[in-house]
Protein backbone atom coordinates (compact mmCIF):
# COMPACT_ATOMS: atom_id res chain seq x y z
CA UNK A 1 0.00 0.00 0.00
CA UNK A 2 2.62 2.31 0.48
CA UNK A 3 4.81 1.84 -2.37
CA UNK A 4 0.82 2.73 -4.40
CA UNK A 5 0.74 5.57 -2.33
CA UNK A 6 4.12 6.95 -3.19
CA UNK A 7 4.10 5.73 -7.03
CA UNK A 8 0.67 7.97 -7.13
CA UNK A 9 2.30 11.06 -5.34
CA UNK A 10 5.29 10.71 -8.23
CA UNK A 11 2.19 10.43 -10.71
CA UNK A 12 0.39 13.63 -9.33
CA UNK A 13 3.79 15.56 -9.58
CA UNK A 14 3.99 14.82 -13.15
CA UNK A 15 0.24 15.51 -14.26
CA UNK A 16 0.76 18.76 -12.93
CA UNK A 17 3.74 19.55 -14.68
CA UNK A 18 2.31 18.53 -17.96
CA UNK A 19 2.50 20.90 -20.94
CA UNK A 20 -1.11 20.37 -22.45
CA UNK A 21 -2.49 22.16 -19.50
CA UNK A 22 0.33 25.11 -18.62
CA UNK A 23 0.94 26.19 -22.07
CA UNK A 24 -2.80 26.94 -22.43
CA UNK A 25 -2.75 28.94 -19.59
CA UNK A 26 0.42 31.32 -21.24
CA UNK A 27 -0.24 32.01 -24.77
CA UNK A 28 1.13 35.34 -25.86
CA UNK A 29 -0.63 37.56 -28.12
CA UNK A 30 -0.72 37.08 -31.57
CA UNK A 31 1.44 39.02 -33.63
CA UNK A 32 0.46 40.96 -37.12
CA UNK A 33 3.16 38.95 -38.91
CA UNK A 34 4.30 35.13 -38.56
CA UNK A 35 4.48 32.79 -35.71
CA UNK A 36 7.71 30.62 -35.60
CA UNK A 37 8.07 28.06 -33.23
CA UNK A 38 10.92 26.87 -31.86
CA UNK A 39 12.27 24.88 -29.19
CA UNK A 40 14.61 22.29 -27.12
CA UNK A 41 14.23 20.27 -24.03
CA UNK A 42 12.68 16.49 -23.10
CA UNK A 43 9.57 18.52 -23.04
CA UNK A 44 9.38 20.19 -25.58
CA UNK A 45 7.65 17.74 -28.40
CA UNK A 46 4.41 17.55 -25.68
CA UNK A 47 4.60 21.42 -25.48
CA UNK A 48 4.87 22.03 -29.06
CA UNK A 49 1.32 19.84 -29.61
CA UNK A 50 0.20 21.76 -26.79
CA UNK A 51 0.78 24.70 -28.14
CA UNK A 52 -0.17 23.87 -31.83
CA UNK A 53 -3.60 22.92 -30.73
CA UNK A 54 -4.11 25.93 -28.72
CA UNK A 55 -2.86 28.50 -30.88
CA UNK A 56 -5.67 30.62 -33.30
CA UNK A 57 -3.83 31.19 -36.14
CA UNK A 58 -1.21 29.71 -38.73
CA UNK A 59 2.12 28.45 -37.36
CA UNK A 60 4.99 26.89 -38.42
CA UNK A 61 9.17 25.73 -36.42
CA UNK A 62 11.00 23.64 -34.79
CA UNK A 63 11.71 22.04 -31.78
CA UNK A 64 14.35 19.60 -30.69
CA UNK A 65 14.04 16.42 -27.76
CA UNK A 66 15.31 13.41 -27.02
CA UNK A 67 15.38 10.35 -28.33
CA UNK A 68 12.35 8.56 -27.59
CA UNK A 69 10.29 11.89 -26.68
CA UNK A 70 8.94 12.92 -29.80
CA UNK A 71 5.06 13.58 -30.44
CA UNK A 72 3.17 13.87 -34.08
CA UNK A 73 2.44 17.64 -34.53
CA UNK A 74 0.91 19.03 -37.80
CA UNK A 75 2.91 22.49 -38.29
CA UNK A 76 5.85 22.25 -36.17
CA UNK A 77 8.76 19.66 -37.04
CA UNK A 78 9.70 17.39 -34.11
CA UNK A 79 13.89 16.56 -34.45
CA UNK A 80 15.04 13.81 -31.69
CA UNK A 81 18.83 13.99 -30.94
CA UNK A 82 20.82 12.69 -28.33
CA UNK A 83 20.81 13.43 -24.36
CA UNK A 84 23.00 13.64 -22.18
CA UNK A 85 26.08 13.86 -24.49
CA UNK A 86 24.81 15.67 -27.77
CA UNK A 87 25.35 14.18 -30.79
CA UNK A 88 25.16 15.31 -34.83
CA UNK A 89 21.40 15.47 -35.33
CA UNK A 90 21.19 18.10 -32.46
CA UNK A 91 23.90 20.34 -34.04
CA UNK A 92 22.16 19.70 -37.39
CA UNK A 93 18.80 21.09 -35.72
CA UNK A 94 20.69 23.65 -33.83
CA UNK A 95 21.70 24.85 -37.52
CA UNK A 96 18.15 24.30 -38.44
CA UNK A 97 17.13 26.96 -35.78
CA UNK A 98 19.49 29.49 -36.61
CA UNK A 99 18.33 29.46 -39.92
CA UNK A 100 14.38 29.90 -39.31
CA UNK A 101 14.95 33.10 -37.41
CA UNK A 102 17.28 35.03 -39.70
CA UNK A 103 15.37 37.47 -41.52
CA UNK A 104 12.27 38.19 -39.43
CA UNK A 105 10.79 41.23 -38.92
CA UNK A 106 9.60 43.58 -35.82
CA UNK A 107 5.82 41.99 -36.84
CA UNK A 108 7.34 38.72 -36.32
CA UNK A 109 6.62 36.78 -33.01
CA UNK A 110 8.93 33.83 -32.19
CA UNK A 111 7.58 31.67 -29.40
CA UNK A 112 10.42 29.74 -27.75
CA UNK A 113 9.44 26.07 -25.81
CA UNK A 114 12.06 25.78 -23.45
CA UNK A 115 12.54 22.50 -20.95
CA UNK A 116 15.21 20.76 -19.25
CA UNK A 117 17.66 18.89 -21.55
CA UNK A 118 18.24 21.79 -24.31
CA UNK A 119 21.65 22.13 -23.36
CA UNK A 120 22.58 19.09 -24.84
CA UNK A 121 19.79 18.82 -27.26
CA UNK A 122 21.07 22.03 -28.91
CA UNK A 123 24.77 21.74 -29.42
CA UNK A 124 26.06 24.31 -31.56
CA UNK A 125 29.63 24.91 -31.49
CA UNK A 126 31.57 28.12 -31.25
CA UNK A 127 34.10 28.88 -34.01
CA UNK A 128 37.15 26.76 -33.72
CA UNK A 129 35.45 24.01 -31.84
CA UNK A 130 33.71 20.99 -33.42
CA UNK A 131 31.17 18.67 -32.24
CA UNK A 132 33.21 16.34 -30.98
CA UNK A 133 35.02 19.14 -28.65
CA UNK A 134 31.25 19.59 -27.14
CA UNK A 135 30.78 16.46 -26.23
CA UNK A 136 34.16 16.15 -24.55
CA UNK A 137 32.92 19.41 -22.82
CA UNK A 138 29.56 17.92 -21.87
CA UNK A 139 31.62 14.16 -20.39
CA UNK A 140 33.29 16.79 -18.45
CA UNK A 141 31.09 18.57 -16.90
CA UNK A 142 28.54 15.48 -16.40
CA UNK A 143 31.55 13.70 -14.21
CA UNK A 144 32.24 16.55 -12.15
CA UNK A 145 29.40 16.96 -10.34
CA UNK A 146 29.30 20.46 -11.05
CA UNK A 147 25.56 22.12 -9.90
CA UNK A 148 23.30 22.51 -12.88
CA UNK A 149 23.94 26.30 -12.86
CA UNK A 150 27.57 25.90 -12.76
CA UNK A 151 27.39 23.94 -15.52
CA UNK A 152 25.17 25.83 -18.03
CA UNK A 153 27.52 29.08 -16.99
CA UNK A 154 30.28 26.87 -18.82
CA UNK A 155 28.10 25.34 -21.49
CA UNK A 156 27.88 28.79 -22.47
CA UNK A 157 30.91 30.24 -23.84
CA UNK A 158 31.29 27.55 -26.19
CA UNK A 159 27.62 28.06 -28.04
CA UNK A 160 26.47 30.29 -30.85
CA UNK A 161 23.24 29.38 -29.61
CA UNK A 162 22.74 29.28 -25.48
CA UNK A 163 22.95 32.39 -23.40
CA UNK A 164 20.70 34.38 -25.40
CA UNK A 165 22.44 34.14 -28.66
CA UNK A 166 19.22 32.74 -30.51
CA UNK A 167 16.83 35.22 -29.42
CA UNK A 168 19.53 37.47 -30.54
CA UNK A 169 19.53 35.96 -34.01
CA UNK A 170 15.63 36.28 -34.39
CA UNK A 171 16.00 40.51 -33.52
CA UNK A 172 14.15 42.74 -34.00
CA UNK A 173 11.50 40.18 -33.94
CA UNK A 174 9.46 39.55 -30.21
CA UNK A 175 10.39 36.84 -28.57
CA UNK A 176 7.97 34.76 -26.15
CA UNK A 177 9.82 32.18 -24.29
CA UNK A 178 7.48 29.24 -22.16
CA UNK A 179 9.41 27.49 -19.77
CA UNK A 180 9.32 24.07 -18.27
CA UNK A 181 11.94 24.32 -15.55
CA UNK A 182 13.89 21.69 -14.21
CA UNK A 183 16.37 23.91 -12.21
CA UNK A 184 16.60 25.02 -8.38
CA UNK A 185 15.61 28.19 -7.93
CA UNK A 186 13.74 28.14 -11.24
CA UNK A 187 15.60 30.54 -13.37
CA UNK A 188 14.62 30.57 -16.50
CA UNK A 189 17.99 31.38 -18.17
CA UNK A 190 19.67 28.36 -16.73
CA UNK A 191 16.76 25.98 -18.38
CA UNK A 192 18.72 24.64 -21.54
CA UNK A 193 21.08 26.93 -20.87
CA UNK A 194 18.80 29.82 -21.92
CA UNK A 195 19.02 29.93 -25.67
CA UNK A 196 16.79 32.71 -25.40
CA UNK A 197 17.62 34.23 -22.53
CA UNK A 198 20.74 36.26 -21.55
CA UNK A 199 22.98 33.91 -18.98
CA UNK A 200 24.49 36.09 -16.20
CA UNK A 201 28.33 35.34 -15.73
CA UNK A 202 30.70 35.92 -17.96
CA UNK A 203 34.37 34.75 -19.19
CA UNK A 204 36.54 35.16 -15.79
CA UNK A 205 33.45 33.35 -13.68
CA UNK A 206 33.84 30.26 -15.82
CA UNK A 207 37.16 30.18 -16.09
CA UNK A 208 37.48 30.32 -12.21
CA UNK A 209 34.71 27.83 -12.56
CA UNK A 210 35.93 25.61 -14.81
CA UNK A 211 39.35 25.41 -12.54
CA UNK A 212 37.43 24.81 -9.34
CA UNK A 213 35.68 21.87 -10.14
CA UNK A 214 39.37 20.46 -12.56
CA UNK A 215 37.31 20.31 -15.99
CA UNK A 216 39.67 18.17 -18.12
CA UNK A 217 38.67 20.28 -21.53
CA UNK A 218 39.67 19.70 -24.96
CA UNK A 219 42.54 21.99 -26.01
CA UNK A 220 40.37 24.02 -28.65
CA UNK A 221 37.69 24.65 -25.71
CA UNK A 222 40.29 25.86 -23.07
CA UNK A 223 41.87 28.16 -25.60
CA UNK A 224 38.24 29.56 -26.30
CA UNK A 225 37.61 29.99 -21.92
CA UNK A 226 41.36 32.07 -21.96
CA UNK A 227 40.60 34.70 -24.35
CA UNK A 228 37.68 37.02 -25.13
CA UNK A 229 35.78 35.58 -28.28
CA UNK A 230 32.28 34.21 -28.45
CA UNK A 231 31.18 36.42 -25.74
CA UNK A 232 27.18 36.36 -24.87
CA UNK A 233 24.93 39.03 -25.23
CA UNK A 234 24.26 41.33 -22.36
CA UNK A 235 21.00 41.55 -20.87
CA UNK A 236 20.82 45.24 -21.56
CA UNK A 237 21.24 44.28 -25.23
CA UNK A 238 18.69 46.32 -26.93
CA UNK A 239 17.88 42.82 -28.62
CA UNK A 240 15.88 41.71 -25.67
CA UNK A 241 13.65 44.69 -25.32
CA UNK A 242 9.80 43.88 -25.71
CA UNK A 243 10.47 39.91 -25.03
CA UNK A 244 8.52 38.35 -22.37
CA UNK A 245 9.68 34.91 -20.46
CA UNK A 246 7.15 32.87 -18.58
CA UNK A 247 7.96 29.77 -16.21
CA UNK A 248 5.01 28.05 -16.77
CA UNK A 249 5.77 24.89 -15.22
CA UNK A 250 8.23 23.84 -12.19
CA UNK A 251 9.33 21.87 -9.15
CA UNK A 252 7.65 23.82 -7.00
CA UNK A 253 4.05 23.30 -8.12
CA UNK A 254 4.68 19.79 -8.45
CA UNK A 255 5.12 18.99 -5.12
CA UNK A 256 2.28 21.38 -3.99
CA UNK A 257 0.34 18.85 -5.78
CA UNK A 258 2.14 15.62 -4.37
CA UNK A 259 1.54 17.37 -0.82
CA UNK A 260 -2.37 17.62 -1.34
CA UNK A 261 -3.01 14.84 -2.82
CA UNK A 262 -0.48 13.49 0.23
CA UNK A 263 -3.50 15.16 2.73
CA UNK A 264 -6.16 13.48 0.79
CA UNK A 265 -5.02 10.61 2.32
CA UNK A 266 -4.83 11.68 5.95
CA UNK A 267 -0.99 11.75 5.59
CA UNK A 268 0.65 14.98 6.48
CA UNK A 269 3.13 16.45 3.60
CA UNK A 270 6.47 18.49 4.67
CA UNK A 271 7.92 19.70 1.47
CA UNK A 272 11.09 20.44 2.75
CA UNK A 273 12.73 22.70 -0.67
CA UNK A 274 12.03 22.23 -4.21
CA UNK A 275 15.90 23.36 -4.71
CA UNK A 276 18.05 20.90 -3.03
CA UNK A 277 21.44 20.85 -4.57
CA UNK A 278 24.58 19.09 -3.71
CA UNK A 279 26.08 15.27 -3.99
CA UNK A 280 23.38 12.93 -4.24
CA UNK A 281 24.61 10.59 -1.78
CA UNK A 282 25.18 13.26 1.20
CA UNK A 283 21.66 14.36 0.19
CA UNK A 284 20.56 11.26 1.48
CA UNK A 285 22.18 11.22 4.89
CA UNK A 286 20.28 14.68 5.61
CA UNK A 287 17.06 13.06 4.52
CA UNK A 288 17.68 10.13 6.18
CA UNK A 289 18.60 11.49 9.49
CA UNK A 290 15.40 13.48 9.41
CA UNK A 291 13.12 10.39 8.60
CA UNK A 292 14.48 8.73 11.36
CA UNK A 293 14.25 11.89 13.69
CA UNK A 294 10.40 11.33 12.61
CA UNK A 295 10.50 8.03 12.90
CA UNK A 296 12.17 7.68 16.29
CA UNK A 297 10.78 10.79 18.36
CA UNK A 298 7.86 12.04 16.51
CA UNK A 299 10.07 15.39 15.66
CA UNK A 300 9.94 17.88 13.53
CA UNK A 301 6.75 16.54 12.23
CA UNK A 302 4.57 13.87 13.18
CA UNK A 303 3.65 10.88 11.92
CA UNK A 304 2.24 9.86 9.27
CA UNK A 305 3.96 12.33 7.40
CA UNK A 306 5.60 11.91 4.26
CA UNK A 307 8.80 14.34 3.67
CA UNK A 308 8.56 15.74 0.11
CA UNK A 309 11.64 17.45 -1.76
CA UNK A 310 12.96 18.46 -5.56
CA UNK A 311 15.77 19.80 -6.99
CA UNK A 312 18.55 18.72 -8.90
CA UNK A 313 21.38 16.70 -7.01
CA UNK A 314 25.05 16.03 -8.70
CA UNK A 315 26.89 12.39 -9.12
CA UNK A 316 30.65 13.03 -8.70
CA UNK A 317 31.65 9.77 -11.22
CA UNK A 318 34.06 7.32 -8.86
CA UNK A 319 33.22 4.27 -10.44
CA UNK A 320 32.01 2.59 -13.53
CA UNK A 321 29.29 1.20 -12.44
CA UNK A 322 25.16 2.29 -14.18
CA UNK A 323 22.50 4.95 -12.79
CA UNK A 324 21.43 8.19 -12.15
CA UNK A 325 21.42 10.57 -9.94
CA UNK A 326 17.85 9.15 -8.25
CA UNK A 327 19.36 6.06 -8.08
CA UNK A 328 22.86 7.25 -6.01
CA UNK A 329 20.38 9.45 -3.44
CA UNK A 330 18.27 6.25 -3.00
CA UNK A 331 21.01 3.81 -2.65
CA UNK A 332 22.74 6.09 0.41
CA UNK A 333 19.58 6.41 1.70
CA UNK A 334 18.75 2.49 1.97
CA UNK A 335 22.09 2.16 3.33
CA UNK A 336 21.63 4.87 6.06
CA UNK A 337 17.77 3.52 6.77
CA UNK A 338 19.29 -0.53 7.48
CA UNK A 339 16.62 -2.24 9.51
CA UNK A 340 14.83 1.23 10.07
CA UNK A 341 11.27 0.37 10.01
CA UNK A 342 8.17 2.30 8.87
CA UNK A 343 10.13 4.11 6.39
CA UNK A 344 9.81 3.88 2.92
CA UNK A 345 10.87 5.98 -0.19
CA UNK A 346 10.70 6.38 -4.19
CA UNK A 347 12.66 9.07 -5.58
CA UNK A 348 12.71 9.67 -9.23
CA UNK A 349 13.16 11.82 -12.03
CA UNK A 350 10.17 13.60 -13.37
CA UNK A 351 11.04 13.09 -16.79
CA UNK A 352 10.49 9.41 -16.26
CA UNK A 353 14.64 8.66 -16.97
CA UNK A 354 17.07 8.90 -14.57
CA UNK A 355 20.36 9.55 -16.10
CA UNK A 356 20.82 7.93 -19.16
CA UNK A 357 19.29 4.29 -18.01
CA UNK A 358 15.73 3.01 -18.60
CA UNK A 359 13.98 3.82 -14.73
CA UNK A 360 12.69 6.94 -13.57
CA UNK A 361 13.88 6.12 -10.04
CA UNK A 362 13.62 3.06 -7.33
CA UNK A 363 12.02 2.30 -4.46
CA UNK A 364 13.53 2.04 -0.58
CA UNK A 365 12.68 1.10 2.83
CA UNK A 366 14.29 -0.69 5.88
CA UNK A 367 14.61 -4.18 4.43
CA UNK A 368 16.44 -2.70 1.09
CA UNK A 369 20.18 -3.14 2.31
CA UNK A 370 19.47 -6.09 3.61
CA UNK A 371 17.77 -7.70 0.85
CA UNK A 372 20.68 -6.25 -1.58
CA UNK A 373 23.55 -8.36 0.73
CA UNK A 374 21.17 -11.62 0.63
CA UNK A 375 21.03 -10.82 -3.11
CA UNK A 376 24.87 -10.79 -3.23
CA UNK A 377 25.04 -7.12 -3.85
CA UNK A 378 27.14 -5.17 -0.87
CA UNK A 379 25.58 -1.77 -0.94
CA UNK A 380 28.24 0.23 0.45
CA UNK A 381 30.41 -1.17 -2.80
CA UNK A 382 27.87 -0.57 -4.94
CA UNK A 383 27.66 3.32 -3.90
CA UNK A 384 31.74 2.86 -4.10
CA UNK A 385 31.32 2.22 -7.59
CA UNK A 386 28.45 4.38 -8.51
CA UNK A 387 26.70 1.29 -9.40
CA UNK A 388 22.85 2.35 -8.13
CA UNK A 389 20.82 0.34 -10.79
CA UNK A 390 22.58 -2.80 -10.40
CA UNK A 391 21.92 -2.93 -6.49
CA UNK A 392 18.13 -1.93 -6.90
CA UNK A 393 17.86 -4.58 -10.09
CA UNK A 394 18.65 -7.22 -7.94
CA UNK A 395 15.99 -6.79 -5.59
CA UNK A 396 12.86 -5.63 -8.11
CA UNK A 397 12.87 -2.51 -6.83
CA UNK A 398 13.43 -0.05 -9.70
CA UNK A 399 10.57 2.24 -10.77
CA UNK A 400 9.39 2.71 -14.37
CA UNK A 401 7.67 4.69 -16.50
CA UNK A 402 8.92 5.47 -19.96
CA UNK A 403 9.01 9.01 -20.28
CA UNK A 404 6.28 11.66 -19.01
CA UNK A 405 6.33 13.83 -21.38
CA UNK A 406 7.40 16.82 -18.92
CA UNK A 407 10.67 18.06 -17.08
CA UNK A 408 10.89 19.40 -13.41
CA UNK A 409 13.72 18.03 -12.17
CA UNK A 410 13.91 15.05 -9.31
CA UNK A 411 10.88 14.46 -7.32
CA UNK A 412 11.34 12.37 -3.51
CA UNK A 413 9.12 11.24 -0.96
CA UNK A 414 9.58 9.34 2.54
CA UNK A 415 6.93 7.86 3.68
CA UNK A 416 7.01 7.70 8.00
CA UNK A 417 4.03 6.09 9.12
Not at 7 to 27: D, S, T
Not at 249 to 274: G, K
Request: with cysteine; proline share 6%; glycine share 10%.
Amino acid sequence: MDRSLLENLFHEAVAQAQPALAVKRHLPPPPRGRTLVIGAGKASAQMARAFEQAWPGELSGLVVTRYGYGEKCERIDIVEAAHPVPDAAGRDAARRLMQIVSGLTADDLVVALISGGGSSLLPAPAPGLTLADEQAVNRALLASGAPIGVMNLIRNQFSIVKGGRLAAAAAPARVATLVVSDVPGDDPALVASGPTLPLPGGRAEARRLAGLYRLDLPEAAATLLAGEDNLPPDAADPVFAGNSTAIIASASLSLEAAAALARSHNIEAAILSDAIEGEARDVALVHAAMAREVAERNRPFGKPVVLLSGGETTVTLRGKGRGGRNGEFLLSLAIALDNVGNVSALAGDSDGIDGSEDNAGAYVDGSSARRMREAGIDPQAALANNDAYTAFAAIGDLFFTGPTGTNVNDFRAILIR
